[in-house]
């Protein structure tokens, strides 16, 4: 088997060339870190999970016409994706004070917000990813006008989408964090979902007890993060209950 060659290696994943030109293989490591990888550790089959949540998030997307750079999965633990210039923005969507929000205007956790609120990181864990707003992105050239404009809307979109698809398995959707890519096809650009979308992007609360179940648990250390993403895992109907993601056939094709 040839070996494949490495294009970026993240904190959570690898992307590898694709099979075709325009395309990568996005590998799913079971690495979790939190605090910008100041605490790290392997928790066997979180990949797993990760993966196979993202799938189901991000087909659900296409399906109802937002565009992502997800094309198929392709083992248990790496998808086809489109090859995209990402945007050096994180963009964050939240619904519910938490985290971050919580610690800034001392708004207490679990408060629902009177609108979904979106924020933008720069990028760069040397900097700690710090917040910037839309006169920074755009002076500093990292984004247009019209990017930022389809970037919320994106964003909205999936917020829509993905709230509904949580609330109907019990989750409340408290927040979550996309990346954003330029795919060009001819002279014509557009603005995709990349990344992925996936319990380590997202703050989701069982909608009756408020149990975390998402990477909350790891920072926090709450217990079990494979038995929390499994929890979502099998509430979307991806895993039967009581699987763990550590085994393969345990999971729903």
């Known amino acids: 088997m040839a070996r494949r060659r490495l294009v970026y290696e993240g ?9 075709e030109p325009g395309t990568l293989i996005q590998h799913f490591k079971d690495d979790a870190t939190a605090f910008n990888a100041e605490k790290r550790d392997v928790i066997e089959g ?3 999970l990760n993966n196979r949540i993202s799938e189901h998030i991000m087909s659900g997307l296409n399906s109802i016409g937002v565009p992502t750079h997800f094309i198929k999965r392709l083992n248990m633990r790496e998808q086809l994706v489109r090859a995209c210039e990402i945007i050096p923005l994180e963009v964050v969507v939240r619904n519910v004070a938490a985290g971050s929000l919580s610690k800034r205007l ?7 917000l009177p609108r979904p609120i979106i924020e933008f990181y720069y990028k760069d864990d040397k900097l700690g990813d710090p917040m910037v707003t839309e006169e920074h992105i755009l002076a500093f050239n990292w984004a247009s006008q019209q990017d930022v404009d389809d970037i919320i809307a994106l964003a909205l979109r999936v917020n829509d989408f993905l709230a509904g698809m949580m609330l109907g398995v019990g989750i409340r959707l408290v927040d979550f964090k996309i990346e954003c890519g330029r795919i060009y096809e001819g002279d014509f650009q557009r603005i995709v979902v990349a990344d992925e979308i996936s319990p380590d992007s997202c703050r989701l609360w069982d909608l009756r007890t408020g149990r975390k179940l998402d990477k909350d648990v790891f920072r926090r250390d709450l217990g079990s993060l494979t038995d929390a993403y499994a929890e979502v895992a099998s509430r979307l109907g991806i895993m039967p209950r009581g699987g763990s993601g550590k085994t393969g056939p345990q999971l729903v094709h």
């Open 46 to 48: 979180k990949g797993v």
């Open 11 to 19: 904190k959570a994943k690898i992307l590898y060339e694709g099979p």
């Open 106 to 112: 001392g708004i207490e956790e679990g408060t629902a």
